[in-house]
């Protein structure tokens, strides 16, 4: 499978597996199928509430830990320093692992949240430089980032970020911050990959699928993995859990490529990280 090379040097798989909302034993499972059919990154968050089913499908898998790549993220209600380390903590103690290959602050602090918004993303960022520096993190990126939020962050970052996964799908790819983090030497990660299933009824993904005998899905994944993005679908069947990392036996033209990035808006999340969340809780 086709490896991308962070800025630290470190190499991810183009395509991972999420696991939001994967949970107990039908989670566990799946991280089970997903090892067996070849996955070797898995994305999960404290959020999830589901570090503990995640690494006991890793432990339990025997496979050699080396070969497998995990992230999680710091929630965006335990954000600055001390917050950042004692989460961090917490994480790694429900996986039950010595390291974390990837970790990222969930969402970025906002001016609707935190009155120093700027000074709390930084403090946050610190700490996980220290927690890399002692070898408990392998790379550490950032999530739901705009180009104002990563602006910022760059002010008193000693690491730019190795990643921003952000959402990106078919109808709704923000592509000037993907363009930006692109320029700024950071791999954009594609979360909400199928547009929370829209992408199945639009009919020019549906004759492209046709066209190369291929499902609605694979199309979509393909066609996100051209733009050079990571990619970490989800699902509980393992027929569809094979489907989705079975994209690279064929390539999408520069036709299909445009026809995609042109499509209108659709399966937007509504989600902006810079508004989150709707109730005001201004924090220190």
């Known amino acids: 499978m086709k490896e991308i ?6 190499k991810l798989p183009i395509i991972g597996f999420g696991t939001y909302k994967s949970t107990e034993e039908e989670g566990i499972q799946s991280i089970k199928d997903a090892l067996n059919l070849g996955y070797r990154m898995f994305d999960t968050a404290a959020k999830y509430d589901n570090e503990k089913e995640v690494g006991k499908a890793i432990n339990e898998s025997g496979i050699d830990r080396r070969e497998i790549i995990v992230t999680t993220k710091l929630w965006r209600e335990n954000l600055g320093y001390e917050e950042a380390k004692k989460a961090f903590d917490k994480s790694l103690k429900k996986l039950g692992l010595d390291y974390i290959d990837l970790y ?6 906002n001016a609707k ?3 120093d918004w700027q000074k709390t993303n930084a403090d946050s960022w610190r700490a996980m430089e220290e927690l890399q520096a002692e070898g408990k993190i392998k790379s550490i990126g950032v999530s739901n980032f705009w180009q104002e939020h990563l602006e910022a962050l760059f002010q008193t970052a000693h690491i730019i970020p190795a990643i921003n996964q952000i959402e990106f799908h078919s109808g709704y790819w923000q592509s000037e911050l993907t363009e930006y983090c692109k320029k700024n030497n950071i791999v954009v990660e594609s979360w909400s990959p199928l547009a929370r299933g829209k992408v199945f009824g639009n009919e020019i993904i549906q004759t492209i699928a046709k066209q190369h005998n291929k499902s609605i899905a694979q199309i979509c994944l393909r066609w996100i993995t051209q733009h050079e993005t990571i990619v970490i679908p989800k699902s509980n069947t393992p027929k569809r859990i094979e489907e989705n990392i079975n994209i690279f036996d064929f390539k999408l033209s520069e036709e299909e490529m445009k026809q995609i990035n042109e499509l209108p808006e659709m399966g937007f999340s509504g989600e902006l990280p810079n508004i989150w969340p709707d109730v ?3 924090k220190n």
Request: hydrophobic share 45%.
């Open 5 to 10: 090379v962070l800025n630290d040097g470190n």
């Open 280 to 282: 005001l809780n201004v």
């Open 113 to 115: 949240n935190y009155k």
């Open 104 to 109: 990222l602050i969930h969402w970025p602090a």
